[in-house]
Nanobody, 121 residues
């Protein structure tokens, strides 16, 4: 069974920093794109950033220059370094990964349960 577990969410003041981590465990063959999404109260879930296995990254315009996504393929882990946080960054942050398993060799997306980031003004 594949599991994604996020950590690092917290309450932080505006201008502060946080680092989120997401580890993948289970019977997997490989992990393709990994990413972070967020969902604020009353809003739809949106892509924050993602990174391919080879390291190509993509960011939402709202976080460019402030957030950095990275991954450690040996540890099956993806990170999100968040700097210069703003109150509008407050949301539940979800990890997503496209994972290849023996049962699903073409890969399918898996989600973590989320970690709450609250930025106070």
């Amino acid at each position: 069974q594949v599991q994604l577990v996020e950590s690092g969410g917290d309450l932080v003041q505006a201008g502060g920093s946080l680092r989120l981590s997401c580890g993948v465990s289970g019977s997997i063959l490989s992990i393709n794109t990994m990413g972070w999404y967020r969902q604020a109260p009353g809003k739809q879930r949106e892509l924050v950033a993602d990174v391919t296995r080879s390291g190509w990254t993509n960011y939402a315009d709202s976080v460019k220059g402030r957030f950095t996504i990275s991954r450690d393929n040996a540890k099956n882990t993806v990170y999100l370094q968040m700097n210069s946080l703003k109150p509008e960054d407050t949301a539940v942050y979800y990890c997503n990964a496209l994972i290849v398993t023996i049962r699903v060799p073409v890969g399918m997306p898996y989600w973590g349960k989320g970690t709450l980031v609250t930025v106070s003004s």
